[in-house]
Nanobody, 114 residues
Framework: QVQLVESGGGLVQPGGSLRLSCAASGSIFSIAAMGWYRQAPGKQRELVARITRGGSTNYADSVKGRFTISRDNAKNTVYLQMSSLKPEDTAVYYC????????WGQGTQVTVSS
Protein backbone atom coordinates (compact mmCIF):
# COMPACT_ATOMS: atom_id res chain seq x y z
CA GLN A 1 0.00 0.00 0.00
CA VAL A 2 1.04 3.56 -0.73
CA GLN A 3 -0.31 6.60 1.07
CA LEU A 4 -0.27 10.02 -0.58
CA VAL A 5 -0.77 13.28 1.29
CA GLU A 6 -1.16 16.49 -0.69
CA SER A 7 -0.74 20.05 0.50
CA GLY A 8 -0.35 23.54 -0.90
CA GLY A 9 -3.67 24.33 -2.54
CA GLY A 10 -5.56 27.55 -2.01
CA LEU A 11 -6.88 30.73 -3.56
CA VAL A 12 -4.63 32.74 -5.84
CA GLN A 13 -5.14 35.63 -8.23
CA PRO A 14 -4.69 35.20 -11.97
CA GLY A 15 -1.01 35.40 -12.85
CA GLY A 16 0.00 34.16 -9.41
CA SER A 17 1.87 31.05 -8.32
CA LEU A 18 1.33 28.08 -6.05
CA ARG A 19 3.34 25.01 -5.20
CA LEU A 20 1.65 21.71 -4.47
CA SER A 21 3.39 18.96 -2.54
CA CYS A 22 2.65 15.25 -2.39
CA ALA A 23 4.36 13.13 0.25
CA ALA A 24 4.38 9.38 -0.34
CA SER A 25 4.75 6.72 2.32
CA GLY A 26 4.36 2.97 2.55
CA SER A 27 5.48 0.66 -0.25
CA ILE A 28 7.16 3.42 -2.21
CA PHE A 29 9.65 1.01 -3.78
CA SER A 30 6.77 -0.20 -5.95
CA ILE A 31 6.13 3.24 -7.47
CA ALA A 32 7.22 3.61 -11.10
CA ALA A 33 5.90 7.11 -11.67
CA MET A 34 4.03 9.88 -9.89
CA GLY A 35 1.92 12.65 -11.23
CA TRP A 36 -0.72 15.29 -10.77
CA TYR A 37 -4.20 15.18 -12.19
CA ARG A 38 -6.96 17.72 -11.89
CA GLN A 39 -10.72 17.72 -12.10
CA ALA A 40 -12.81 20.80 -12.61
CA PRO A 41 -16.56 20.83 -11.89
CA GLY A 42 -18.46 19.00 -14.61
CA LYS A 43 -15.28 17.82 -16.33
CA GLN A 44 -13.32 14.61 -16.43
CA ARG A 45 -10.14 14.15 -14.45
CA GLU A 46 -7.16 14.98 -16.64
CA LEU A 47 -3.42 14.51 -16.44
CA VAL A 48 -1.50 17.68 -15.61
CA ALA A 49 2.07 16.43 -15.24
CA ARG A 50 3.90 13.20 -14.61
CA ILE A 51 7.42 12.22 -13.58
CA THR A 52 8.92 8.75 -13.75
CA ARG A 53 11.33 7.14 -11.33
CA GLY A 54 14.06 7.95 -13.82
CA GLY A 55 13.11 11.61 -13.91
CA SER A 56 11.39 11.78 -17.28
CA THR A 57 8.53 14.24 -17.34
CA ASN A 58 5.51 14.99 -19.48
CA TYR A 59 2.91 17.73 -19.29
CA ALA A 60 -0.52 18.55 -20.57
CA ASP A 61 -0.30 21.04 -23.43
CA SER A 62 -2.37 23.51 -21.44
CA VAL A 63 0.26 23.82 -18.70
CA LYS A 64 3.52 23.53 -20.65
CA GLY A 65 5.82 26.41 -19.87
CA ARG A 66 3.82 27.36 -16.77
CA PHE A 67 3.94 24.28 -14.52
CA THR A 68 6.96 22.26 -13.42
CA ILE A 69 6.89 18.86 -11.77
CA SER A 70 9.84 17.74 -9.68
CA ARG A 71 10.69 15.19 -7.04
CA ASP A 72 12.81 14.93 -3.92
CA ASN A 73 13.68 11.27 -3.56
CA ALA A 74 15.14 11.76 -0.09
CA LYS A 75 11.79 13.08 1.11
CA ASN A 76 9.64 10.82 -1.08
CA THR A 77 7.87 13.96 -2.20
CA VAL A 78 6.72 15.23 -5.57
CA TYR A 79 6.07 18.90 -6.23
CA LEU A 80 4.05 20.81 -8.77
CA GLN A 81 5.19 24.40 -9.17
CA MET A 82 2.42 26.35 -10.86
CA SER A 83 3.05 29.80 -12.28
CA SER A 84 1.10 32.25 -14.44
CA LEU A 85 -2.07 30.69 -13.14
CA LYS A 86 -5.29 31.20 -15.06
CA PRO A 87 -8.92 30.92 -13.97
CA GLU A 88 -9.21 27.79 -16.10
CA ASP A 89 -6.62 26.13 -13.85
CA THR A 90 -9.22 26.09 -11.09
CA ALA A 91 -9.83 22.48 -10.07
CA VAL A 92 -9.24 19.87 -7.43
CA TYR A 93 -5.71 18.60 -7.92
CA TYR A 94 -4.96 14.97 -7.14
CA CYS A 95 -1.60 13.37 -6.58
CA UNK A 96 -1.20 9.97 -8.21
CA UNK A 97 1.29 7.13 -7.91
CA UNK A 98 1.56 4.31 -10.41
CA UNK A 99 2.79 0.93 -9.27
CA UNK A 100 1.20 -2.51 -9.44
CA UNK A 101 -1.98 -0.53 -8.84
CA UNK A 102 -2.81 3.15 -9.08
CA UNK A 103 -2.95 5.19 -5.91
CA TRP A 104 -4.62 8.56 -5.35
CA GLY A 105 -4.35 11.30 -2.79
CA GLN A 106 -7.36 12.98 -1.25
CA GLY A 107 -7.14 16.05 -3.50
CA THR A 108 -6.44 19.69 -2.84
CA GLN A 109 -8.47 22.62 -4.14
CA VAL A 110 -6.82 25.25 -6.32
CA THR A 111 -8.91 28.31 -7.10
CA VAL A 112 -7.66 31.02 -9.43
CA SER A 113 -9.82 34.09 -9.13
CA SER A 114 -9.60 37.82 -8.65
Amino acid sequence: QVQLVESGGGLVQPGGSLRLSCAASGSIFSIAAMGWYRQAPGKQRELVARITRGGSTNYADSVKGRFTISRDNAKNTVYLQMSSLKPEDTAVYYCNADGPIRYWGQGTQVTVSS
